[in-house]
């Protein structure tokens, strides 16, 4: 009996470690069989190696670790080269990539994180081979814009300190790439006050701050935003800008009109644009639907700007604004795109604090 108890309790242990929760990085990579592979993650920026694991004969491989708590970055380095890739808690991530070529091309999938990651790298590397980095001022907006959609997103964090060519991309030294920073710092403030990663935002924001100005607070910013130009349900078309700056507040709304929500969706919208269309409210609605036929026949009734996204079109768009489900909504303030609006039910109130 006593035998018999002994190995319940050990069966129970082993058990209960093997059911433990865990995030998994898993894939292939060819042309490297039986290599060894760190596993990394990092303190603010300091890489420190996790675990090293082995790329079996077929080019496989697979990690699992317990998670930290918190969204974060790790890596995977190969021959000096890393795939860097987020976890937020315990989603798996796979990764496919060759030896030759293993961090300028390479996919990862799993996660809308772990695919937005991949679409900043794509963009920072074929800026990179046309020799248009720093100054190219159309990366930094393509790349804000995507902060926009998640100020509080752990690929926020990640894009504002990406470096290149040991530099980085967004200098806190210079003022405006320091507003996105700040920006990022007052997400994580508001939506992650304990995450590890918090007070270093807060501690680069306020150090590179103009003097003069208050330092023990972080002010929101605002951030510029990608035009628009798709036409109605008429064929005429409709710049977003030119309604931004017509309105004294725009609700932009990406949604589709075949989804189970949609009804009430632009019931929600009908209701707040009545109450506030005389006094500057419009609304520019983006639908991302398959069939075009089917949402000129919805979007003719109703008495906003309703416009079509194709669909040979919706990986751009949706990489551009972080569109990671549909209805994404964000709030225009005075030719300004201040805020995403998080929960509908409150769009109410955040469109008459803009009045």
């Keep these: 009996m006593k035998h018999i108890l002994i190995s319940a309790a050990i069966l129970g242990t082993l058990t209960a470690c093997n059911s433990e929760k865990s995030w998994e990085v898993k894939g292939q990579i060819d042309n490297s069989p039986e290599s060894k592979m760190l596993v990394q993650a990092s303190e603010n920026g300091r890489w420190y190696t996790l675990d090293t694991i082995e790329i079996k004969s077929d080019g496989t491989f697979a990690y699992k670790h317990s998670p930290s708590g918190y969204p974060d970055i790790y890596r995977l380095t190969l021959d000096g080269k890393s795939i860097y890739f987020p976890i937020d808690s315990i989603e798996s991530v796979t990764v496919e990539s060759d030896a030759k070529t293993f961090d300028s091309e390479y996919t990862l999938s799993g996660s809308s994180a772990a695919e937005m990651l991949m679409n900043v790298d794509r963009l920072i590397m074929s800026k990179a081979k046309s020799g248009e980095t720093k100054s190219d001022s159309l990366l930094k907006r393509e790349l804000g814009g995507m902060i926009i959609g998640d100020p509080a997103g752990i690929v926020s964090y990640y894009i504002i300190n990406r470096q290149l060519n040991g530099k980085r991309l967004f200098d806190p030294s210079n003022k405006s790439d320091n507003r996105i920073i700040g920006a990022v710092a007052n997400a994580f403030n508001e939506k992650r006050p304990s995450d ?96 075009e036929f089917q949402w000129k026949q919805s979007a003719k009734n109703l008495p906003w700007v309703t416009v079509y996204n194709p669909p040979t079109q919706g990986f751009t768009l949706a990489n551009k604004y972080n569109i990671m489900g549909l209805p994404t909504t964000y709030l225009f303030s005075d030719g300004e795109l201040v805020e995403r609006v998080e929960d509908l039910t409150k769009l109410d109130s955040q469109v008459a604090r803009h009045l």
């Design 196 to 291: 590890p990663r918090t007070g270093y935002l807060t501690s680069i924001y306020l150090s590179n701050k103009s003097k003069g100005a208050p330092t023990d607070t972080i002010v929101a910013t605002t951030m510029s935003y990608f035009d628009l130009d798709l036409s109605d349900n008429k064929g005429v078309e409709h710049k977003l800008s030119e309604v931004v700056n017509g309105n004294k507040v725009v609700i932009l709304n990406f949604t589709s009109y075949q989804s189970d929500g949609s009804t009430a969706l632009n019931v929600l919208l009908a209701d707040t644009y009545r109450k506030y269309h005389n006094q500057g409210v419009e609304i520019y609605q983006v639908s991302m639907d398959n069939d």
